[in-house]
């Protein structure tokens, strides 16, 4: 016994459906069930146009099984017109057509004149793409002109007539127009989901990137003073135990201060309403930041010019934060124990400067004075969201600069 293999089958796939299968089978979307709608049409095409036929009120042509039997053909597809758009045109073209050839009128009127076909083409121009409805149209159209012909040949003596392409061409235009429509409308939400989605990006993007910078301040101001007080505990615990004793203090108390304030930034991105707002640093604790800078060993001169006024919260944080990564930067970088910070209420600005009498710090830190390192790039930014002006560099005489301004007019008064 021998088994011979067939040879193997190979399956293409298109993205279109068959023809027998878009003749059954609407879009997706349009998958639906018949409802009171189109069972009130169909009901509604027969009684007015086929049940005066059948109580005697005008009379047709055909028995009244024949009348009533091609009424009901030509009139019950429309119950799921728009589950089966293709078919349901089919179908009435077909009885038309049909009708026509058997010579049964199931009408009041000449060819059967009535709207069972005008909602068929409705639907399909509705609910199929533009080209298949036009070729569906006309096709169903050339049909029942051709049988309309060989029926004028075969019955002479009864009266035929090219009406139906007239109810057809409205019918449609008008299905057309609800379709353009309705794609409208879904590309207005579509445009708009898209919008949406991408303002949400980009608001998550700018919160991301503000908590990165709140962190960066925060860990890297901490972690220097922690090394730089953990270096002076290192040198002097044998020598000096109480000053030791009072650095790690300090330590300790950095980092519970540090912990408090990583959390409060940290539940920022939590969905509002499910917390309570953290109290952000403005200008009022610049002059504690500057103070504990001081118990760690660098002077610090800090003057206040001008009379402040009710600047935003967030101008404030901004403020500070500007002032605690500039300092940071002093204790890492400048190798000096003297700094200066000034901060400057003019009318129409708001100005800060942290200065430094140190070595050339560009140097030190490994950055230049066009501010590549990441401290110096995020209080760029910062600043750049206030529409402000911000310099970093080394000072002619020695040391380090970084100097902001911020525009301060009405808008950006609290």
């Known amino acids: 016994m021998s088994i011979t293999a067939s040879p193997p089958t190979r399956t293409t796939r298109s993205s279109a459906p068959p023809w027998h299968q878009r003749l059954t089978v609407g879009h997706r979307e349009n998958f639906v069930g018949p409802d009171a709608i189109d069972i009130a049409i169909a009901l509604a095409c027969f009684a007015v146009f086929t049940g005066p036929l059948l109580v005697g009120m005008t009379s047709g042509i055909g028995s009244m099984p024949e009348i009533a039997g091609f009424g009901v053909a030509a009139t019950a597809p429309l119950i799921v017109r728009r589950r089966w758009p293709l078919a349901v045109l089919v179908a009435v073209s077909a009885v038309l057509c049909a009708a026509a050839l058997a010579d049964v009128r199931f009408t009041p009127w000449v060819s059967n004149t009535g709207p069972a076909i005008g909602v068929a083409v409705l639907t399909v121009a509705d609910m199929r793409p533009r080209r298949e409805s036009i070729i569906a149209t006309v096709v169903a159209m050339i049909a029942m002109c051709v049988a309309g012909s060989i029926a004028f040949d075969l019955y002479p003596d009864q009266d035929q007539d090219f009406v139906q392409p007239l109810i057809a ?31 949400e990006r980009r608001i998550r993007a700018e919160e991301r990137l503000r908590v990165s910078r709140d962190v960066h301040d925060l860990i890297s101001h901490t972690l220097s003073m922690v090394a730089v007080r953990s270096g002076v505990a290192r040198l002097l615990i044998d020598e000096n135990p109480s000053e030791t004793r009072r650095a790690l203090s300090t330590i300790e108390t950095a980092s519970r201060s540090a912990l408090t304030e990583l959390r ?20 009022a604790e610049v002059a504690d930041l500057v103070d504990g800078l001081r118990h760690d060993g660098l002077m610090v001169e800090y003057q206040v010019l001008g009379t402040p006024m009710d600047y935003p919260a967030l101008l404030q944080t901004t403020v500070y934060r500007i002032v605690q990564e500039a300092l940071t930067n002093v204790v890492k970088h400048a190798r000096t124990d003297r700094a200066y910070v000034e901060i400057r209420h003019v009318p129409g600005e708001l100005a800060i400067s942290i200065t430094d009498d140190g070595p050339r710090a560009a140097a030190a830190a490994g950055i230049d004075s066009s501010g590549s390192g990441l401290g110096l790039e995020g209080m760029r930014q910062r600043v750049s969201l206030f529409g402000g002006r911000f310099e970093s560099g080394p000072r002619a005489a020695g040391g380090f600069a970084v100097t902001a301004s911020f525009p301060i007019d009405r808008d950006h008064r609290a």
């Open 169 to 199: 061409l409205p019918a449609w235009l008008i299905g057309d127009m609800l379709r353009t429509r309705r794609a409208y409308q879904r590309s207005l939400a579509d445009q708009e989901r898209q919008r949406a989605a991408e303002a």
């Open 264 to 283: 409060a930034v940290l539940s920022q991105i939590r969905e509002p309403g499910q917390r309570d707002e953290p109290a952000e640093p403005g200008l």
